[in-house]
Each structure stands twice: as structure tokens, then as C-alpha cells.
């Protein structure tokens, strides 16, 4: 080998920055707020189920914390991103843009409006859609009619764009605005893994006119399954939480709905904890970024290996860590998987690209090579809340 990559460097820096005894896995939980007391009110009251105070102050309290105009609590994530493509006006048939490297349920949440996943490329530097590239693209591939952007290949319409801020980096939203604009794009993030990271100063989730959070067990804070749509427009914010709870119209006792609903509503004992889990967020954003920092500095040294880190623009939750190997060595990566995890480190590779799963495979894309270099060299690590006390 001519290269000077040892892998026992590499366990010998994760050793520094992780407890010395006991397994770590990729991301657990952190309960050390008001969880107990939120969730023991609600069974004790019997408010456990689809409506409550919680939920009411859940939504609250997190449109405060994002500075969004109205957050819906919903179900999970997935419903999240299938509300706001219904609420982008995603018409059967219609084309989505979707980055090739993203986790199933950006896509699966094309397929539920009966729409066609678009696949396009990462940036090398947010890991997320790279605008620049997408505009090239097209500028190549499509036409502006009078309804809007047009697939001169497929002749379907390409209704909306869907940027995920990968591991919590945001993508650079002011490109993504202008290629929106340039292309009648609508704009929905998928923000499930960035509560807490900020672009610019601003929160992820206010850039498009709707955005998709999701609170599951592994994410940076849970409501043990749960998930959001947040929105800068009042009307859409109303219209989001309409059709998450079954289109009902208000009355004392008639079952009138105006339209096809969904049964998304967040229950009142997840939004209880996810009261509590809120309050502990800022902190938890703290000590995030400090076990961030301090891979950082554990690798810098290492050989073979580059600390991802947020790009100038943001301030990111650093949801999951990652470090890229160098090119050279990209077919060494599951043997690092295998000396890491039978470490008790628990590390990952990314997500499979959304085209080789076999139900997406004849789906339109453009040349996802960046996705498709990251895909071979990238390796998750622990980024548990607890691991940056
Ligand atoms: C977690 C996640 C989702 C889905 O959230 P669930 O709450 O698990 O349904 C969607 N998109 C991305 C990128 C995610 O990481």
C-alpha cells in the first residue's frame, strides 16, 4: 500500500474524544428536562391522545425557537414532507427535484403525490443539493411555459425542488431562492435533521414558502415519533394543520370535512415530550458543536481522514458527525467500518443514492458524481447530546 493510511491512528483519536468504557452508539436520545413531569401530566389528565395543551404549546414553542410564522405538529417526518408537497400543489405526474443523496423518505414522499422523484447532485461542500450545478442542468434539460418549468426529455411539468440539509449543514439558501425563482421552482425544505442549525442567522425552515422537521428517536431531539411542517405563510400554516387532522370542519357536533384529510396530528404525550425536549434544545445545539469541535481537533492529525465541517454560511446542529477518507483510499472504507465497530464505535456509511433502490431506478436524474464520490468515502460517527458533556 502506498499510502499511509493506518487505521489504528484512526481509533487511537476517536479513543480521545469518546468515553473509554462501553459501546457508543451513532445517536441516542437525551432525556434530562421536564420529560417526566410533561408526559406524567398527560396520563395523569388523560390528554395523552390527538389533542392537548402540549401539542398546542409544542407548536408554539417551536415557531418561537425557528422564528417561523406557524409550526403543525404532525406524526413524523415522512407525513411532514407529504404535506408540504400537497401544499406545493405536486400534481400527479408531476417531477419533483430530489437530491440523490438523501435519506428514502424525501422520494417515498414524491411517490405519495403520485408524482416522479428528479434526482440531482451534492455539493462537495454542504453535502446537500449544489445549486450552482443544478441551474447548469437545467438551463440543459428543461423549458419555462406559461404553467411553469417543463422536462424537455419526459415533457413532464418539474413542480418543486426539495434541499435537505444533510447531517444538519445547510445547503446555501440563497442560491437554492435564485435557482427557485430563475426555474418557478417551489421551495420545500427537508429541514429533519437541521432543528438547530441555522443559515446565515436564520433558522433552516424559514427559506422556502414550507418545511418538513421530523423529531424520531435518533434526531437531534425526539418526541419519540413526531415531525413538523413549519411555514412563513399564514394561510398555508392553517391549510397544513386542516388537512392533518381529516379536513374536519369546526362544529359542536357535525362530522363535515371539505376536502381529503389526513390522520397526521401529533398525539398530546409525544407533543409533552416534546415540550420538554425543546427547552433542552439550545443546549443541546451547544454541546453538539463541542463534540464536533473536538473530533475536529482529534483528526486534524490523522492521515487518510478529513473532519467534515458546516460550510462559512451556517451554524450547524451537527446532527450526525462525519469524516470523508481521501480518495486513495475510498475502497478501504468497510474495513474501517468493521475496525470501528468491533471498537464499540458505532459508524455508518451514507445513505445507498435514492437510484439504486430498485423502485426509483428508471427515475429522470442528472450525473450525481459528487453524490456518488461522497457515497464511497463518507463514515458517520457517534454524535450523541451526551458525548459533548
Ligand atoms: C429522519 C428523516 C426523515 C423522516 O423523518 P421520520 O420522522 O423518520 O419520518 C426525512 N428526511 C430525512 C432527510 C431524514 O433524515
Same mark, same amino acid.
Not at 418561537?64 to 413524523?76: H, L, Q, W
Not at 408531476?94 to 443523496?101: I, M, R, S
Given at each position: 500500500m502506498n499510502h499511509s493510511f493506518q487505521p489504528d491512528l484512526l481509533l487511537d483519536a476517536l479513543r480521545k474524544v469518546l468515553p473509554s468504557s462501553g459501546d457508543c452508539p451513532l445517536h441516542e436520545p437525551l432525556f434530562c428536562g421536564n420529560e417526566n413531569k410533561y408526559v406524567q401530566e398527560c396520563v395523569d389528565?388523560?390528554?395523552?391522545?390527538?389533542v392537548g395543551k402540549f401539542v398546542d404549546r409544542f407548536e408554539a414553542d417551536l415557531a418561537?425557537?425557528?422564528?417561523?410564522?406557524?409550526?403543525? %405538529?404532525?406524526?413524523?417526518g415522512t407525513a411532514a414532507l407529504h404535506v408540504c408537497l400537497i401544499l406545493s400543489d405536486v400534481q400527479p405526474d408531476?417531477?419533483?427535484?430530489?437530491? %440523490?443523496?438523501t435519506f428514502i423518505a424525501t422520494a417515498n414522499a414524491v411517490t405519495y403525490c403520485r408524482a416522479v422523484p428528479h434526482f440531482v447532485d451534492s455539493s462537495e461542500k454542504t453535502l446537500g443539493v449544489d445549486p450552482e450545478a443544478l441551474d447548469a442542468y437545467l438551463a440543459e434539460?428543461?423549458?419555462i411555459r406559461a404553467d411553469g418549468c417543463y422536462n424537455r426529455k419526459t415533457g413532464r411539468r418539474i413542480r418543486a425542488v426539495v434541499p435537505m440539509h444533510t447531517f444538519g449543514h445547510p445547503v446555501d439558501m440563497d442560491k437554492m431562492i435564485a435557482v427557485c425563482g430563475k426555474y418557478r421552482l417551489a421551495l420545500v425544505e427537508d429541514a429533519a435533521e437541521s432543528v438547530g442549525s441555522f443559515y446565515k442567522e436564520k433558522h433552516t425552515g424559514n427559506f422556502g414558502h414550507i418545511a418538513a422537521m421530523s423529531f424520531n428517536g435518533n434526531k437531534t431531539i425526539t418526541t419519540g415519533g413526531g415531525g413538523a411542517v413549519l411555514t412563513n405563510d399564514e394561510e398555508l400554516g392553517k391549510l397544513a394543520k386542516h388537512i392533518t387532522t381529516q379536513a374536519k370542519l369546526p362544529h359542536r357536533w357535525a362530522y363535515a370535512h371539505d376536502r381529503i384529510g389526513y390522520n397526521y396530528r401529533m398525539p398530546n404525550i409525544n407533543a409533552a415530550l416534546g415540550c420538554a425536549q425543546l427547552e433542552t434544545l439550545p443546549a443541546f445545539v451547544e454541546k453538539k458543536r463541542r463534540l464536533a469541535e473536538k473530533y475536529r481537533k482529534a483528526?486534524?492529525?490523522?492521515p487518510?481522514?478529513?473532519?467534515f465541517v458546516e460550510p462559512e454560511f451556517a451554524k450547524s446542529n451537527y446532527w450526525l458527525n462525519a469524516i470523508l477518507l481521501d480518495k486513495e483510499i475510498a475502497d478501504k472504507r468497510d474495513y474501517v467500518l468493521e475496525a470501528l465497530n468491533d471498537a464499540g464505535i458505532s459508524s455508518?456509511?451514507?445513505w445507498d443514492l435514492m437510484y439504486t433502490m430498485p423502485m426509483f431506478k428508471g427515475c429522470p436524474r442528472m450525473d450525481c458524481k459528487?453524490?456518488?464520490?461522497i457515497g464511497r468515502r463518507l463514515v458517520n460517527l457517534p454524535s450523541s447530546v451526551r458525548l459533548g458533556e
Open positions: 389528565t388523560g390528554w395523552v391522545s390527538s418561537a425557537y425557528t422564528g417561523v410564522k406557524r409550526a403543525v %405538529a404532525v406524526v413524523n408531476d417531477e419533483v427535484l430530489v437530491p %440523490a443523496l434539460i428543461s423549458e483528526l486534524e492529525n490523522v487518510g481522514v478529513t473532519f455508518r456509511p451514507t459528487v453524490a456518488e464520490d
